[in-house]
């Protein structure tokens, strides 16, 4: 990573604006208001202002109209700073990544609230390796966020020049394409990508039919509102519904910025990142291509997985939720294959961060290979039953220190004893707690689940 000799190194505390990716939250509010975003242009480009040499910054950003205001706030901080800006328009997140190395960037910046409806929107940063930036990046940005001074901006003759690059999406197009086998066609595949509406509504149809596919194309009509709506990794029925209609081999469905997905097989039946890390594992173990002994995946991640992997003499690394400590781990660890059943999957000797499209295009590639139908190759395990309750918070307390709840998740954790898992924690990217159960009894983890629930709500 580089970052300025300057900054502060070695900080303690919490980061306040950054969550488990990026920054996020109402567009025109809080964090994402124009003179907030500004600020964090102006710190993170002196961040990575680091010596004599031109430096450069490139932006991507996915359909929100609200992008139209984040855009231009960041260009300004940026060139404030001193650092030249090149504008790549939509484009999915991973492209970004790709990009920012591509480019010999010093930063990449992703403009994009993933998942969440056009009202949110957020950013997110990746250094020069394409790489997402640590917490302590992180935090040191917060920290010059708040201590910019005049000698920090550049000279009249020193600001960054702006320029918009025309040919960015054909870029990510050869580089997506060039991820599948070349022995191997789409020919004589029909298949459904819904693009939610987002930034990869022109590039991800693109590429699958280049490939041979024949393509029914959904979610690609952007307005600026649409994003995620009814549609996308989040909300698959369109998918599923299409699949069904057009007698499709595979839907595919990603999600805002396209750095995760979720496919339905030939029947409609929706499979999750868990079953594409299964499917993808046994896979390339069969080939002698998976590195690691095993796969990374979070404390989300159904226990069906790691028995599943187990059967396969694998193990199941897991990790806090968030993509980016799925990659740590993996990097720390030797790891060539993970994800969250959410629909991250990271393949990390073709990205550097979650690929929705290469993802999809890898189970193609099985398919094709193996010339065998989706439902035959992506229901690898029976999961177990898993609940998940969100609980919004409306008050500013925490909920998860008070007496009655530390009670009730120690009562819960007693009834499920060896026989299954509880997950608690406060959202990364929303003002909820989640509260998640997985055991082989349903009506147990329901029990558990709703009584942990209502003794949140009773606090919130």
Known sequence: MRGDGDAPKNMSGERK?????????????????????????????????????????????????????????????????????????PLPTPAMAMLTRSLRADLGVMI??????????????FGPDGYKLSDDAELQIEHLMDNIGDTDLAGPTDLGRVTRVDDAGARYIEFAKNTFPKRLSLDGLRVVIDCANGAAYKVAPTVLWELGAEVKPIGVNPDGFNINNGCGSTSTKAMRDAVLEYRADIGIAL??????????????????????????????????????????????????????????????????????????AMRAKGFNLGGEPSGHVILNDHSTTGDGLGTALQILALIAREKAKVSEICNCFAPFPQLMTNIRLTGGGDPLSAPAVKEAIARGEERLGGEGRLVIRKSGTEPLIRVMGEARDRKLVSEVVDMISAEIKACA
């Open 17 to 89: 604006i950054f969550g488990t990716d990026g920054v996020r939250g109402m567009a025109n509010a809080g964090a994402m208001t124009p003179e907030r975003i500004l600020k964090l242009g102006l710190a993170a480009g002196r961040y990575f202002r680091n010596g004599a040499h031109r430096h450069r910054v490139v932006i991507g950003k996915d359909t929100r109209l609200s992008g139209y205001m984040i855009e231009p706030a960041l260009t300004a901080g940026f060139a404030a700073s001193g650092l030249d800006v090149f504008l790549l328009g």
């Open 112 to 125: 994009s609230a993933s998942h969440n409806l056009y009202h949110d929107n957020g950013v997110k940063f």
């Open 255 to 328: 999600d805002g910025d396209a750095d995760r997905v979720i496919i339905c097989d030939e029947n409609g039946q929706e499979i999750d990142g868990d079953q594409i890390l299964a499917a993808t594992a046994r896979f390339l173990q069969s080939r002698d291509q998976l590195k690691g002994g095993g796969v990374v995946s979070t404390i989300m991640s159904n226990m069906g997985l790691e028995e599943y992997l187990a059967g396969l003499n694998l193990s199941l690394e897991r990790t806090k939720v968030g993509d980016r400590y799925v990659v740590e």
